[in-house]
């Protein structure tokens, strides 16, 4: 079954992009570094620590005065933001009523005298639910102010959107053009039933299985497909496929095809067209917990903004590079 993951959308508020939770007015209960943990959320039955239940995700006090509480954000890139997701899974009966969100742009860090933009105006919250809004303002922010009322405790907050990398000169240097850090994104996936495919994506090597894009056992003849936006068009010059940590559940195979699309399109036409993209990478044999480099020596001199890459039959993947100059 196709998976279609909305384009040019990662989490913004990932730390593994270096965003961090700059302010909180108070978080009791659970720390608010905890809301922009890229894991799904947890529940740890029966453990209490020295301020009570302990909850994965940022829970503040009981107000017994007026007012609201809130924390800053502060995203590891500027961008634009898309869509919203407001999590209260595990918090039933100590959600917060409602929420906001709001938004700017700064070089440093906001005070009393920034702009503020409300992006997101109140929303009534449910217990134990992820909640998705989009957003309409398409400006490129830096910084976002999560409002709750009056108080309790969210358990994630996400902010999907778009990296701002147009600003930014390259210049003639080879970089990562499949890293989340210069833009690329998920287009789509037919399956990442153990590991989400944006972890593909993420710097640094992986720290466990979980930090990877893994698939679920096919039993059969299939193979499982992912679809890359590049941060920027480019020409590509070597590939990597990185198998850390996966040691009996890596694919045995896979190749990588490429693709310039000069106009925006949607996803469903972007993945019916790849099955007749040019080929970077015949198949070829992998390996576990290993990093695997292969030269492009078919499209060198190609002008490439997808990538595709299918693994056979299926398993977990947890980087794939694709190191090359940009082209305007």
């Not at 700059?22 to 978080?27: C, L, Q």
């Not at 659970?30 to 209490?48: H, L, T, V, Y």
């Amino acid at each position: 079954m196709k998976k279609f993951i909305n384009g040019k959308m990662i989490n913004l508020a990932d730390p593994r992009l270096g965003s961090k939770v700059i302010f909180k007015t108070d978080d009791f209960f659970a720390s608010a570094n905890r809301i922009i943990n890229p894991k799904p959320p947890i529940f740890k039955q029966g453990i209490f620590d020295k301020h009570g239940k302990w909850m994965d995700g940022w829970e503040t006090r009981r107000r017994r005065e007026k007012g609201y509480d809130y924390l800053i954000v502060k995203l590891g890139r500027p961008g634009k933001i898309f869509n919203v997701g407001i999590d209260t899974t595990h918090f039933s009966g100590n959600q917060p009523l409602h929420a906001s969100l709001e938004a700017c742009n700064s070089n440093k860090k906001p005070n009393s005298k920034s702009k503020w933009i409300t992006i997101l105006h109140k929303k009534k919250l449910g217990p134990n639910k992820d909640h998705n809004y989009k957003i309409k303002n398409k400006s490129i922010f830096t910084h976002v102010k999560l409002n709750i009322y009056p108080d309790g405790g969210v358990a994630r907050l996400r902010i999907y959107g778009e990296i701002e990398t147009k600003n930014i000169n390259f210049g003639n240097k080879l970089i990562n053009l499949s890293s989340m850090l210069n833009g690329a994104s998920i287009v789509g996936c037919n399956n990442e039933h153990f590991g989400k495919a944006e972890n593909i994506l993420a710097p640094g090597r992986g720290k466990n299985m979980g930090d990877g894009w893994e698939t679920r056992r096919s039993r059969g003849k299939n193979f499982d497909w992912l679809i890359i936006k590049l941060g920027r068009p480019g020409t590509i010059n070597k590939i990597e496929i990185d198998t850390h940590h996966f040691k009996g559940n890596y694919p045995d195979r896979c190749t990588v095809h490429g693709t310039y699309i000069p106009k925006k399109i949607s996803n469903y036409s972007i993945i019916k067209k790849s099955n007749k993209w040019k080929t970077l990478l015949n198949k070829v044999k992998l390996s576990a917990h290993k990093k695997h480099n292969f030269k492009n020596k078919k499209l060198q001199k190609n002008k490439i903004n997808y990538i595709r890459i299918n693994i056979y039959p299926d398993g977990g993947i947890s980087r794939i590079r694709a190191f090359g100059k940009v082209i305007k």
